[in-house]
């Protein structure tokens, strides 16, 4: 069985999303353990992107 690394204790969330993004969660949860999650109260979203004036023009 492997031995897991210890989660660090992060000082924000930028600092957090670092760590991961380079660092490999195998590392530090089983992953043969985890399960499925249910999120039924999350709604689409859209995003609305706003150029500026002309900038269209300037693409043709």
């Known amino acids: 069985m492997k031995i897991l690394k ?3 204790i ?3 969330e930028l600092d957090e999303r670092r760590f991961w993004e ?4 195998s590392d530090y949860f089983d992953l ?3 399960a499925t ?4 109260n999350l709604r689409p979203h859209s995003a609305t992107m ?3 004036d002309g900038a269209i023009k ?3």
């Open 10 to 12: 992060f000082q924000s």
């Open 50 to 52: 706003k150029s500026p």
């Open 6 to 8: 210890p989660i660090p």
């Open 22 to 25: 380079i660092n490999d969660a």
């Open 58 to 60: 300037n693409l043709m």
């Open 32 to 34: 043969n353990k985890a």
């Open 37 to 40: 999650a249910s999120m039924p």
